[in-house]
């Protein structure tokens, strides 16, 4: 065993036990911390596969943006934690027989592709992962790479278009020509009271 695969199963066991105290933990902001390392240590294993572009846009994308948001809403909102474990117990054989589903799907793609993996040869040092990348995602799959860019931009206009319901009872609009305007005396109104007499 060299160093490359002492660190490639290092990094391996701190994302599993990562992963494992994601689901595991009770305190929602410590799994989300723990999800955080999970990435960085996915982020390891694949500059370990010489692909530097995904790592970078895994640290990038998940750990400094999609990461701090579920931070900021788990933090601002008030979860009660044991309403949200309620149904855990109940839920748990559906949930290991779907997680035995997917770890065999898993081992099969990771076996197959170990197969296939015996005859690459090292590209060397002029090769680029993201030159090579954005070749193959705008040639061989262009058709499907725009097909998802269309379809997140119409679920960013619906989420748009179902938060900005002018219908909503529950939803507040202000007017910014009323607010110009207003007089003071729409908003103020001076009352005279007689003074009371302390006996």
Do not use: C
């Amino acid at each position: 065993m060299n160093f490359e695969m002492l660190i490639f199963y290092v990094f391996s066991a701190i994302t599993l036990v990562a992963a494992l105290r994601v689901i595991t933990a009770r305190n929602p902001v410590h799994a989300a911390l723990f999800l955080v390392l999970a990435f960085f240590s996915s982020a390891a294993i694949w500059m370990l596969l010489r692909a530097e572009f995904l790592a970078i846009t895994l640290v990038l994308v998940y750990v400094g943006a999609v990461m701090v948001l579920f931070l900021f809403v788990v933090m601002m909102l008030d979860i009660n934690i044991e309403k949200v474990r309620a149904g855990f117990w109940a839920n748990l054989p559906l949930a290991l027989v779907v997680g035995g589903f997917i770890a065999v799907e898993m081992i099969l793609v990771v076996s197959h592709a170990w197969r296939r993996s015996t005859g690459l040869v090292d590209p060397g040092q002029g090769y680029s992962n993201t030159r090579e990348l954005g070749r193959v995602l705008y040639t061989d799959y262009v058709y499907p790479f725009e097909l998802a860019a269309v379809v997140l931009l119409v679920a960013i206009v619906a989420a748009i278009a179902l938060t900005m319901r002018s219908r909503r009872k529950d939803s507040k609009f202000q007017d910014p020509s009323q607010q110009v305007r207003v007089k003071r005396a729409d908003r103020v109104r001076l009352i005279s009271m007689p003074s009371e007499k302390q006996d």
